[in-house]
């Protein structure tokens, strides 16, 4: 069953802040290790996760939640993980994307998706059309995703338009790249948690997070649920935001 927001984090999200929320989902193979399962067992787990989390924050009035679901350097990984990975994003889409649009949530993906197999990009296009014209809260899937590339892409596009003559070198600055990343119409990110115990970002949302907060936790991805996220909230209301300023 998922985990239901308990009623004292519901009474109190309309004052946590956060607008957009992202998360690096860690430690899915540990938490299969340590039951003695295989990877694939923990990535399943993770995926509940997911769900429960997606829910939380729908209650908890988040405007975005970005998740970390397949980096470009994953396709490191052994071919039949990275299969399997792909078989679950299937699934996910398949089973939730109902849910998702009854809830008034949109689907974006951001990350260099279109060179995943064509099947699978046309599936995710559905689902991203399906949703488009919802005004509930964002799921933005991070799907071979990479903060460097992001930024190259980025700068390529910015460089085309400078040599076609539609804006002037000078008149490339934050604003301009903002708007050429792959989260350009998503609100700024406020805080950023990352799983397992691991205190780096992994080449994730490097430009979004330069203010963000950074919240890190012990706990495996699969065992994170609505109180988990209710606590990193909490830490995060805590925090005194100044943004370079006294």
Not at 28 to 49: D, M, Q, S, T
Not at 190 to 203: C, F, M, V
Request: a neutral charge.
């Amino acid at each position: 069953m998922a985990s239901q927001v308990k009623p004292d984090l519901l009474s109190s999200a309309p004052a946590h802040g956060a607008r957009h929320v992202a998360i690096i989902m860690d430690g899915n193979g540990r938490w299969a290790k340590k039951r003695f399962l295989p990877r694939i067992a923990g990535h399943r787990a993770g995926v509940e996760a997911v769900r429960r989390v997606s829910r939380a924050a729908r209650e908890l009035k988040l405007e975005c939640l970005t998740l970390y679901a397949f980096s470009s350097e994953n396709w490191k990984r052994p071919a039949s993980e990275v299969a399997d990975l792909m078989g679950l994003l299937r699934h996910f889409i398949q089973s939730d994307i109902d849910e998702l649009h009854a809830n008034g949530v949109r689907l974006r993906i951001i990350g260099n998706y279109r060179v995943l197999e064509p099947s699978l990009v046309e599936m995710i296009d559905g689902a991203m059309a399906r949703t488009a014209g919802n005004t509930g809260p964002v799921i933005a899937i991070a799907l071979n995703y990479g903060a460097q590339d992001e930024m190259v892409r980025a700068a390529r596009r910015l460089a085309q338009r400078a040599v076609a003559g539609e804006i002037a070198a000078e008149d490339i600055g934050v604003e301009a790249i903002d708007e050429a990343l792959d989260t350009a119409d998503l609100p700024p990110l406020d805080l950023l948690i990352r799983t397992s115990g691991e205190h780096r970002l992994s080449n994730f949302m490097l430009w979004q997070a330069a203010y963000a907060e950074l919240y890190f936790t012990d706990m495996l991805w699969p065992d994170f649920d609505a109180h988990a996220l209710g606590q990193a909230l909490d830490a995060f209301r805590m925090r005194d935001r100044r943004f370079g300023g006294l």
